[in-house]
Structures are given as C-alpha cells and as structure tokens.
C-alpha cells in the first residue's frame, strides 16, 4: 500500500466517532498536518509531504519529527503536549490507536482548546486586549532566555539565506500578484541593511544571542490558557527556520501585530520585551528583521492566493500579500532618531502621554520608552510593583537613576531608534543631562512638561491602581512644595481630558520636527 493510501485509510480511521467514544468529530487541514478534534482531545498527524523547507515523506521521519516537535514544544506548553502514539495494524488487518501490531504512523497527542482563545482570533473579532501585551513579551522574554544557544546557525549568513529565497520566490511565484520592480526594490533594501548590519549578526551570533527559538512566532500560534498567554507549535521541522536571532524570533510577533493594525499592541510589546531582557543592541538589526518577515509572509501569502478555490478568495490573498510587500519595505525607511522628554510631577500623566506617543515616533514599531521608575525598581533589584524603602530615594540613589535614564536612551538612539524618557524631571540638572544625551548623540531633542494643579496631581495618585511609581499623596504635596518653575521645556496644560493632552503633546512634537527640518 502505497503512503498516501496508507494516510488515506489513516485519516478515516482517526475521524470514525468509533474511535473517540462517540463524540463529535471536528478536523482542521493545514499544509502540513490533519488535526482531529474530538473531546478534550486534539490528535495531530503530520501529512506525508515534502517541501523545500520541510520533509514529512517518509513514516520514519515524521515519527521522528512528531518526538522531536513534542520535546520542544514541551519547553512552551507542557500542558498542552502530551505524548507520541503509534497507529498500528494489528494482527487481523485493523488499525488501532496505540497497543500491539505493526507501527504505520504517529500521531501527537494534545490537550484541545477553545479555538476562539487564539490570539489572531481575538485580534479579528477585537478581543485582544492590550493589557495582554506586556505579560505576552514577557513570556516571550522568558522563553528565549531559556533556549538553547545554536552559534553553529543565524548569523549574517542565516539572514542572507532568508533574503535570497525571498528573491526567488518572488521572481518565481510573484508574477500576476507583485509589480517585479516593487519585489526589487524591497530586496535592494534588504541587502544593503544586510551589509551594514552584518558584523552586528556575527557579533549576537558568537555571543550566543542565537537560539533554538520558536521560529513562527505570530499570533495563530499563542492562545489565551487560564489567562495567560501560551506559545505553542514551534517549528520542529526545520533548523534554519528556528535556530535564530532571539529578536527575529520576536520579529514575526512584532510584524504581526503592526500588520493587523494594532501598533500601540507592537509597541508594548517591544517595550516591555526590552524591559526583561535590555537587549537594545538588538534593535539596530530589527528594521532588517521585520522587513524578511513581511516578505515571507508576502510570498507565501501570495503562494497561498493560488490555492483559493474564488477569483475573489484569489484576489483578496493577493491583495494582503501586497500588503505584506509593501510593509516589508516601509519597515526599511529610518526616520531620524530623536530623544523625547515628557517630564512632570507625579499624576501629571507623564506615563500615558509616553505610551500613547510612542508607536508614532521613529521606526517601526515605535519609540522606546524608558521610565524611570522602572530602572529604579531594577537597579534596586525589585519587581515593578514593589514599593521601595526611603532608602532608593535619596538623591544618590535619584542621580544613579537618571545617569542610567541617558545611557539607556543614548544606546537606544544608537541603535536607530527613538527613545521617549518618562521621569519627573523636576531638579534642573536633570533635564540638562537628558538634553545633553542628544546633543551628544547627535539627535534632535523635544521635552515636553506636563503642568497640573497640585489638586489634580493629588487626585489622580489617589485614583490610580498599581504601578511602578511609590509616589502618594504625600509625595505629589512635597514636589508641589519644593517646585521651583523654572522650566524651559513646551508647557502643556495636563489637567486637560488624556486625549486633549496627547493631541497637544503632537503638535508640539510635529512643531519640533519642522523646526529641525528647517534648520
């Protein structure tokens, strides 16, 4: 009996009610696998396929794929992996799940889950909520750093490798979907970054910065589990695809999310992914990283368009692979990096104008926010909601803060990117160390004060949940006590409805940039 055959009479016999009690019988065909559905259960059966990137032809290899995808996704969700099964033909001809015969196929055994807890599905229907995104990125941040380092893979050559088949597919596949001198343009772009970026990839390759990672990392493979974010199905079939630079692991995640247009969702994540693992160096290689995923999105999406059974099925797939093209050349375009200061007192809403202006400032995904509450729980050793002592307040303590606000910020803009600095700014020789950041990395510089009266203040501290700020009503008191208004930064009025504020917070910023055009 010939494999196809063989997987034929496999798939009817795992999607006969017989074999599951009875119960209802749901299946889910991918490129590469037939899921059965039934129960609790989820039965995975690796088709016998063979592909330029994956190789499932033989039962041999997709036992040892169905083992080896076990063993790593074990790392991810070991609830959800349960264990490997032999279908066997038994003595009388029969196939059964598991027991004595001869071994025929494998299937992997997984928990099922609600289909409407993946988090593309909840991006589509408008459930995902962007308080998911920090716990997501930390997930991810976690996962990554307890990956196996691959030096023997990535690198400038992996990099190369994923640009040149990206070539071919397009010249390939790409015509009737893509303009050829658009395909051109966004492979011109991405080998000249190559070449500026490529000693930055030895660099994180040698020192370990490439991993066994996930390798698909976009939001149809992580579901919302007990409330909590739950990466699973990394690739197992392939090592180039997964043994990668950790950020272009979180790149797809990234290019995901701003392809859906969800940017502020983008923009958390890298923010709080930097938070756990201050990987800042990597963000120079990002532009470079987002744009290859949004091209093998563009050229499997258009590979896909072919496969619509509609002219209108076929011309819609089209059109998202446009999309992805043309993504994948937006995310190369670098506008000038810059620093921006949002100062004020405490419950001026210093951190919410930051959040929201961050994803439209600098390069795809945004600005990098650095908040100085933050660093000083870290520098302390403490979690972002730990209340500190009086001791991690001193002025020492303050200035070894700040000095860690303007080296962060000049590494981030070092990097390409743009940096916004939330911090109180209040003392003089504050604001000069952070004006004197740009000046001395050479990039435009705005800050922008945030003004409230001393009852606002007071009553929003009052009002707000936990946080990484200690500050209370008795703390907003004394700065209004101790304030000397003597700052040279934009003046905005904050006590003003957030949306007011943040449009203000705009124009000045836009006001800036015209200005430095100009000049």
């Known amino acids: ?32 696998s037939v899921i059965v559905l039934s129960g609790p259960r989820a039965l995975k059966l690796k088709r016998a396929a063979k592909y330029d990137y994956l190789d499932y032809s033989t039962p041999d290899l997709r036992r040892q794929l169905c083992e080896r995808e076990l063993r790593i996704n074990a790392r991810l969700a070991p609830g959800l992996y349960k ?12 196939l059964t799940l598991g027991g ?44 990554h750093g307890g990956c196996a380092v691959r030096s023997e893979s990535g690198g400038e050559a992996g990099i190369a490798r994923v640009i040149e088949g990206n070539a071919a597919a397009f010249r390939e596949s790409g015509s009737g979907c ?14 000249a970054e190559l070449r500026s970026r490529a000693t930055l990839l030895e660099r994180r390759r040698l020192d370990g910065l490439v991993r066994e990672c996930h390798g698909d990392l976009h939001l149809g493979n992580i579901v919302l589990l007990e409330g909590r974010p739950t990466l699973f199905d990394a690739v197992e079939f392939n090592e180039d695809i997964a043994n990668v630079d950790v950020m272009y692991d979180l790149a797809f995640l990234l ?31 990002l532009p470079l990283f987002l744009s290859c995923r949004a091209a093998i999105r563009a050229k499997t999406t258009a590979t896909a368009a072919l496969l619509q059974a509609t002219p209108d099925g076929t011309h819609e797939m089209q059109a998202r692979a446009r999309e992805y093209l043309d993504l994948a050349g937006r995310v190369l375009r670098r506008p000038a990096a810059r620093i921006v200061a949002i100062g004020g007192l405490s419950g001026s809403g210093k951190s919410t104008v930051a959040r929201a202006l961050a994803p439209s400032v600098g390069v795809i995904p945004g600005a990098v926010v650095i908040r100085s509450d933050e660093i000083r729980k870290r520098l302390c050793g403490a979690s972002p909601l730990t209340k500190l002592s009086p001791a991690a307040y001193t002025p020492e303590m303050s200035a070894y803060v700040y000095d860690a606000v303007v080296a962060t910020a000049r590494d981030v803009v070092a990097s ?69 208004d003597d700052v040279r930064w934009t003046r905005i009025d904050a006590a003003a409805a957030p949306d007011t504020v943040q449009a203000r917070v705009r124009a000045a910023l836009e006001s800036q940039a015209a200005l430095d055009v100009a000049a």
């Open 416 to 484: 390409g990117h743009s940096a916004i600095v939330d911090a109180v700014c209040a003392r003089p020789v504050d604001r000069r160390a952070i004006e004197g950041a740009a000046m001395l990395s050479g990039v435009p510089f705005t800050g922008v004060w945030l003004d409230a009266p001393e009852r606002v203040l007071v009553e929003r501290i009052e009002r707000r949940g936990p946080d990484a700020s200690d500050a209370d009503a008795g703390i907003v008191r004394m700065q209004c006590a101790q304030w000397a």
């Open 255 to 285: 290019m995901d999310l701003w392809h859906r247009r969800l940017p502020a969702h983008a923009n958390v994540v890298l923010n709080a992914y930097l938070g756990q693992t201050s990987d800042f160096e990597g963000l120079a290689a």
């Open 100 to 143: 004595n015969g001869t071994p025929v196929e494998w299937v992997l055994e997984m928990a099922r889950f609600d289909q409407e807890a993946l988090l593309d599905r909840m991006a589509t229907s408008g459930r995902l909520g962007i308080a998911l995104m920090a716990p997501l990125a930390e997930e991810v941040a976690a996962f």
């Open 178 to 191: 893509f303009d050829p001198d658009a395909c051109d343009r966004v492979i011109a772009a991405a080998r």
């Open 83 to 94: 264990r490997v099964i032999p279908i066997v033909r038994t003595a009388a001809g029969a």
């Open 1 to 32: 009996m010939d494999p196809q055959t063989t997987q034929d009479e496999v798939i009817r016999f795992l999607l006969d009610p017989a074999l599951h009690a009875g119960a209802a019988v749901e299946r889910i065909d991918t490129h590469a």
